[in-house]
């Protein structure tokens, strides 16, 4: 039963291994182009969230 265990952790660093040997790292015009879209995403889901706070807080001081 252990054996089976040991097999299956050495297939996963085999697969973990393959998978970094793909790898590289990106250009600075790619990182920036992830960034830019990244924080773009933030800021609107952080603009819904606000707006959504907004109308709470109006609903619930007219009630």
Known sequence: ????GIQR???LFKEL???LR???KPKRSEFEEVAKITG??????GFIGFV??????LIRGGA
């Open 22 to 24: 793909l790898t590289r």
């Open 17 to 19: 291994r393959r998978i």
């Open 40 to 45: 773009l995403g933030m800021l609107l889901i």
């Open 1 to 4: 039963m252990q054996r089976m």
């Open 52 to 57: 959504i706070f907004l109308i709470s807080q």
């Open 9 to 11: 952790l050495i297939k």
